[in-house]
């Protein structure tokens, strides 16, 4: 039986990784693969909502009907998410951003010759998820994940109140079967007032147990 709970809303994911630049053919980034925020774009399209994925570079097909709006750089997906965020219900960030990027970007590439070692000097990214929560409207509902090694659930209820999220989709990227590129993941959803701790699940069920917590306890009735 398909579930249509979401007939009506706009939901706005962000998935995979970020690449940031040193000169025109280097860049730094990480090892997602964009897994968990398609198999969340695909499972809030098959419960009726319209959807909008803003993706780091990855290499996944999806439904024509789901609207993907491709950018690398952590800048890029940040001036995305200010430019359309106010038209959606569920925000979701499940992309891996870097924290950081080079400070200087050199349009020529690099040369070798005279370096003996090489440098790189970094700054802050913008934190989109951060700036999501601080500028949150009425009725709005946020969605954030944490890649932790420990400390799980502390770190993630930090991470909730500090912004201002109302669920934190924590996963433990030590285990195995969790986090980054692998088909399944292993996750605890940590809200106000509740922490559920799933199973290992294919990314696919964790994106249902994730919009099912959603529906249940954060849509307003
Ligand atoms: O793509 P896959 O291979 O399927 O892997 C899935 C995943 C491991 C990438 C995913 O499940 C996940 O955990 N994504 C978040 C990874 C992460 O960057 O966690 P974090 O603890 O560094 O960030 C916390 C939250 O802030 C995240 O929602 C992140 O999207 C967001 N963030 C972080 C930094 C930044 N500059 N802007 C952000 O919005």
Redesign the pocket.
């Known amino acids: 039986l398909e579930k249509k709970d979401l007939e009506g809303k706009n939901v706005l994911i962000?998935?995979?990784p970020t690449r940031e630049y040193l000169d025109p053919v280097r860049f730094i980034s990480n090892?997602?693969?964009?897994?968990?925020?398609f198999a969340l774009a695909e499972e809030a399209y098959k419960r009726g909502a319209k959807v909008t994925l803003i993706s780091g570079p990855v290499n996944i097909q999806t439904y024509a009907s789901i609207e993907i709006i491709n950018v690398e750089t952590?800048s890029q997906m940040y001036d995305v998410v200010k430019r359309i965020k106010d038209e959606h219900d569920i925000l979701i960030?499940?992309?891996?951003?870097?924290?950081f990027r080079p400070k200087d970007f050199k349009s020529t590439k690099i040369k070798k010759d005279q370096l003996e070692n090489f440098y790189i000097e970094l700054e802050k990214?913008?934190?989109?998820?951060?700036y999501a929560g601080e500028t949150k409207k009425n009725g709005q509902i946020i969605v954030?994940?944490?890649?932790?090694t420990e400390n799980i659930v502390e770190n993630s209820q930090k991470?909730l109140y500090e912004?201002n999220a109302d669920l934190i989709?924590a996963?433990n990227?030590l285990q195995e079967g969790a986090?980054?590129?692998v088909d399944t993941?292993i996750v605890t959803l940590v809200s106000k007032d509740k922490i559920i701790e799933l199973p290992k699940l294919s990314?696919k069920e964790v994106a249902s147990k994730i919009f099912d917590f959603i529906v249940d306890y954060l849509c307003k009735k």
């Not at 090892?31 to 925020?37: E, L």
């Not at 960030?93 to 924290?99: I, K, L, N, P, T």
């Not at 954030?144 to 932790?148: I, K, L, V, Y």
């Open positions: 962000t998935a995979g090892r997602s693969s964009g897994k968990m925020g952590a960030f499940s992309a891996a951003v870097a924290d990214n913008p934190d989109i998820l951060r954030g994940f944490s890649a932790e991470k912004k989709v996963n990227v986090g980054f590129d993941n990314k």
